[in-house]
Nanobody, 122 residues
Framework: QVQLVESGGGLVQAGGSLRLSCAAS?????MGWFRQAPGKEREIVAA????????YYPDDVKGRFTISRDNAKNTVYLHIDSLKPEDTAVYYC??????????????????WGKGTLVTVSS
């Protein structure tokens, strides 16, 4: 059974940094981080291949968000720098046995965590 458990969210001041973690069990996956702000659709913010050889960031977070993974710990991380109030959202971890291209696309075959809330105060 696949389980994804996110942690590390909380209340942070604008300009600060945060590291989110996602502990995965039940398989070996390409991984991604998504977020959903109030009243908005869920959007991808990062993806990483199983070997870490490939990463993806949309343009609006590139340079501030860094995804990494430790396969020995079955954990993927999302480091966020220079936090902005507009980064406030529930952040979700996603896993797929397919490639990061699938995570970047429909992610229809993805497994999902329950999310962790990040609130950035101005």
């Amino acid at each position: 059974q696949v389980q994804l458990v996110e942690s590390g969210g909380g209340l942070v001041q604008a300009g600060g940094s945060l590291r989110l973690s996602c502990a995965a069990s039940g398989g070996r996956f390409s991984m991604g981080w998504f977020r959903q702000a109030p009243g908005k659709e869920r959007e991808i913010v990062a993806a990483i291949s199983l070997s870490s050889s490939s990463t993806y960031y949309p343009d609006d977070v590139k340079g501030r968000f860094t995804i990494s993974r430790d396969n020995a710990k079955n954990t993927v991380y999302l480091h966020i720098d220079s936090l902005k109030p507009e980064d406030t959202a529930v952040y979700y971890c996603a896993a797929s046995v397919l490639t990061t291209a699938h995570i970047r696309g429909s992610c229809g075959a993805c497994y999902w965590g329950k999310g962790t809330l990040v609130t950035v105060s101005s």
